[in-house]
């Protein structure tokens, strides 16, 4: 019997010693930005979430504005002014605030940094099953252990196989994934923001300021539905309680302030994450219009080039068209093959304060009507009165339509139809009027 | 707690070094006490008192059919007694399947009485033991064994941890000998069961719970996947099952055997099987033996003047029994119908089958016949995993019909979408080689059972031994799925 044991506990310690030298290669492989093999999503998401949004930030290049925060915030499109390191809620603000430092470390540029999260992740008190994928694999490391406090470390320490936490082999082995804090839960009595976030979102107000970047907290747009259920639950009192309480006022009293609230059909079964690529950009504009509207706005990246005749045609490419629809090219013509009765396409931003005459020769598999909309100063959403309507036939159709360049801001949506069906555009042209 | 636990990995050594220290008179208590709390560790404390039920339920009706004098006492004492316990096992299982059935054959027929379905019970390792209480019953009414007399070690045979979840199933006169059995520690069952424990988990978290990514995408949403998809998605299902299955059966037997007790091995290259009689002789061993005894056999003894007729209803009722076990849906049934009904053909078809290979003077001997046959009868089982892993019958006849229209679609394929894993295609591709690999080193690994490789590994020098111990760890570490995945045969 003591020569098994022996056996045993000889080739436990081999296996520990080979384990860790292969994680050592393997968390040098993932660190690779370029490495598409480990940078997939699935069960390892957490962790090349984390590492790609440190290697961001230490290379934020000449961006001067910051987002990091939630999945919610993941949407907001960069430009060349704007860097996104948003990650996730469990990243927890430890974490945010590991960006941040690594952020203002490497960059010079930086001069503004918006954190935008969901009510909950004010919560977020370090405890839960994803704490450990997306918190301690890319964030506890021997690297960050300085950012952390004293308590951060004793919660983290207070899991049984901590003890492996700063090893490589418990950022690689999917084993550690089976650690969580459920046990770990510290009751919060009365207090809506977690301690946790407390002392870290403090810890990046004085970093911030330390550095001369302004450091704003904010919601992402909020669904109908999501907003009744914290209005219901007095979230908005509860964070300004807490934010007097905890000498926060400076940092979250404006944080529920005034929320952009949007309709739930541009969300996912969860009603916070966008449903699908429209209603990304379309939540995007809305996050710069409201809040980024000094800087660069995203439809720059995707506006034509000036000329008296635009052909849109040409710029099919730069079509963003919902779910159900599928855009395809054929000769000159571009067909948009609707599966829903509601096909609806986001043209690339061309209005440069101009009147505009659009001409386009539809041909139509069905009789219905087409319909451009435009969204003018102050809107959120479009709307039917600000749209123009052209009944068509099944055959080709010539329209002209004229709009208004002075009450028009972002993007034309355009509705070839509103039935399922194809629709081929064989002239698409916005010229000056 | 199930085998591919970290609660496991500490309960195990724990009651081993408690078995280990008591003497051999308090053996059966530590291992009694231990096979409990492990029943416990489920959180359904209504299961220990189903298991306590049929344990004593057996054991009473045990001795008093043996005090029994005349035939006719003796056979009304077993029908009573099987009777008490398929009852058990009916109102465990079975109810809501009956009550649902009931209420849409009620508003069929437009009865005015409401039937409301009756909830489902959580059910884990009842089927086991049940079948094992009907066989000790029916091994002393057929006077091959005698009832054991000693409660505790009754207790133990039917409670006994190893298998008290998935089986094997056991006859009571090759397991109770071996628990009553002094114990004697031995350094070569000590390290082969750990081998064997840790060739099992591999089995199940490296390669069994792979495929499951593969599958489940494909199998939980059918209307949302192509023919091609769903026809990979059914090979691999038939890979996961099968080590899925046979990987908790290897767990089961290397902890057995830590503790000197041998257990019946349930696999023997089910898919290298060259009819469907061959795959069921190599296939779940102990329950197919359970069923060919107990079921099959006095039918065929009952219906043997109906000739070849007789034994194909005697297969067909068998095998719808056999299916109706495994779970309680229309699904289930079929699958077991289906196999009844290709050992119903291939009884019809034997002397066809004869004439043809004579005419077309094939050597049934041959190589390439033997693979063809392995590829038919693979084809044909997979054939019947549709049903048995179809949510519904109706997904199971879109999923066939989704697949033959497949092959008429030259653009059915496409490379990228035969994994619906939220994975980029690569990495994709690296979990479909890697699991592939695995997967086939076991087949040849096992190609001449199991214990042949043991003994041949055991026989190696220390470095390569070593190597072998280090490359299953580091598989287990680098490559195991653990999130706390249920083994598939755990439903039944």
């Known amino acids: ?433 | 707690m199930l085998f591919n636990s970290l609660k496991y990995f500490m309960f195990l050594p724990l009651v081993y070094l408690l078995f280990y220290l008591v003497g051999d008179r308090a053996r059966w208590c530590v291992l009694l006490a231990a096979s409990l709390l492990f029943y416990a560790t489920l959180n359904v404390p209504y299961l220990l008192v189903v298991l306590v039920l049929v344990t004593i339920t057996t054991y009473g009706f045990g001795i008093w059919l043996d005090k029994a004098d005349s035939p006719k006492a003796k056979c009304i004492l077993l029908w009573s007694g099987i009777a008490a316990n398929v009852l058990i096992l009916v109102i465990m299982k079975y109810l809501p399947f009956l009550s649902e059935n009931l209420k849409y054959l009620s508003t069929l027929i437009s009865l005015k009485t409401q039937i409301q379905p009756v909830k489902a019970l959580v059910s884990i390792g009842v089927s086991y033991y049940v079948l094992q209480a009907v066989s000790y019953l029916s091994d002393i009414y057929l006077e091959i064994e005698k009832p054991e007399r000693h409660f505790g070690s009754f207790a133990l045979y039917m409670a006994f941890f190893p298998k008290l979840l998935q089986g094997p199933i056991e006859r009571s006169g090759y397991l109770l000998p071996q628990l009553k059995k002094p114990y004697v520690f031995s350094y070569d069952n000590m390290r082969s069961g750990m081998i064997l424990f840790a060739w099992g988990l591999m089995k199940k978290v490296v390669i069994a719970d792979r495929f499951a990514l593969m599958v489940n995408p494909v199998y939980d949403n059918v209307h949302a996947c192509n023919g091609v998809q769903l026809l990979l998605a059914t090979y691999f299902f038939a890979l996961q099952i099968y080590f899925d299955f046979s990987g908790y059966t290897d767990m089961a037997l290397g902890t057995a055997k830590m503790f000197n007790i041998n257990l019946t091995n349930n696999f023997n290259n089910p898919y290298f099987a060259t009819s469907i009689a061959d795959f069921w002789r190599r296939w779940h061993i102990s329950f197919s033996r359970w069923i060919l005894d107990y079921i099959f056999k006095p039918l065929q003894m009952q219906w043997r003047y109906w000739k070849n007729w007789g034994i194909a209803a005697a297969l067909l009722v068998t095998f719808g029994v056999s299916g109706l076990w495994h779970g309680a849906s229309w699904g289930y049934m079929v699958w077991g119908v289906l196999h009844g009904a290709y050992m119903a053909i291939a009884v019809f078809c034997k002397p066809i089958q004869k004439r043809i290979l004579a005419t077309l003077n094939v050597n049934h001997k041959s190589v390439t016949y033997k693979i063809f046959n392995i590829i038919v009868v693979f084809n044909l089982v997979c054939f019947a995993w549709i049903f048995f892993r179809s949510k519904s019958i109706q997904d199971s006849y879109y999923i066939i019909a989704s697949i033959f229209r497949s092959f008429t679609n030259a653009n059915a394929f496409v490379f990228g979408d035969f994994i619906t894993y939220d994975y980029s295609l690569i990495h994709q591709s690296l979990l479909l080689c890697t699991t592939l690999a695995y997967a086939i080193t076991v087949f040849v690994v096992e190609s001449n059972g199991v214990g042949f490789a043991m003994n041949k590994l055991l026989a190696q020098n220390t470095l390569k031994r070593q190597s072998v111990y280090m490359i299953l760890l580091l598989s287990l570490l680098f490559l195991g799925i653990v999130d706390n995945t249920k083994f598939l045969y755990l439903q039944y």
């Open chain 1, 1 to 433: 019997m003591g020569k098994l044991i022996g056996k045993i506990v000889t080739l436990i310690l081999v296996t520990f010693v080979v384990c860790n030298i292969l994680s050592m290669y393997l968390v040098s492989r993932y660190r690779e930005p370029s490495n598409s093999i480990f940078w997939s999503k699935g069960s390892e998401e957490g962790y090349s979430l984390g590492l790609e949004a440190i290697n961001k930030a230490k290379n934020s290049g000449s961006a001067e504005v910051a987002v990091i925060g939630d999945s919610v915030a993941r949407y907001i499109k960069e430009d060349s002014g704007t860097i996104n390191l948003a990650t996730n809620f469990w990243v927890s603000m430890a974490g945010q605030y590991v960006l941040v430092n690594n952020l203002i470390e490497h960059s010079k540029n930086i001069k503004k940094v918006y954190l935008f999260v969901i009510p909950e992740s004010l919560r977020n008190d370090l405890a839960g099953f994803g704490i450990y994928n997306y918190f301690v694999k890319p964030f506890y490391t021997y690297e960050n252990l300085s950012y952390f406090s004293s308590d951060t470390i004793h919660r983290v320490r207070g899991n049984p196989f901590s003890i492996f936490y700063l090893m490589p082999m418990s950022k690689i082995l999917p084993i550690f994934s089976v650690s969580d804090y459920s046990n770990n839960v510290r009751t919060i009595k009365s207090e809506y923001v977690s301690p946790t976030s407390m002392y870290y979102l403090r810890k990046m107000k004085e970093l911030c300021i330390a550095h001369n970047v302004q450091f704003v907290v904010l919601p992402c747009p909020i669904s109908k539905t999501r907003m009744g259920e914290y209005c219901s639950d007095n979230v908005q009192s509860k964070i300004g309680a807490d934010s007097s309480k905890y000498q926060l006022n400076d940092i979250i009293q404006d944080y529920f302030k005034d929320p952009v609230v949007v309709e739930d059909r541009y969300f996912g079964p969860d009603l916070r994450h966008c449903k699908d690529d429209v209603s990304i950009l379309y939540l995007s504009n809305i996050v710069y219009d409201k809040y980024l509207s000094d800087h660069s706005r995203h439809p720059k990246a995707q506006s034509l080039p000036i000329s008296p005749v635009t052909n849109l045609l040409k710029a099919y490419a730069k079509y963003i068209t919902d779910d159900c629809t599928r855009i395809l090219k054929v000769g000159a013509n571009i067909i948009v093959d609707s599966q829903g009765d509601d096909p609806r396409i986001l043209l690339p931003y061309f209005m440069h304060s101009k009147d505009v005459m659009l001409k386009v020769l539809i041909n139509s598999s069905c009789d219905t009507f087409s319909q451009f909309y435009y969204k003018t100063d102050g809107a959120d959403e479009y709307s039917e009165i600000n749209s123009v309507k052209c009944p068509i036939v099944k055959g080709n159709n010539l329209l002209s339509i004229p709009i208004k360049a002075k009450n028009t801001v972002g993007q034309l949506r355009f509705d070839p139809g509103a039935k399922q069906g194809k629709y081929t555009l064989k002239l698409f042209e916005a010229s000056d009027m």
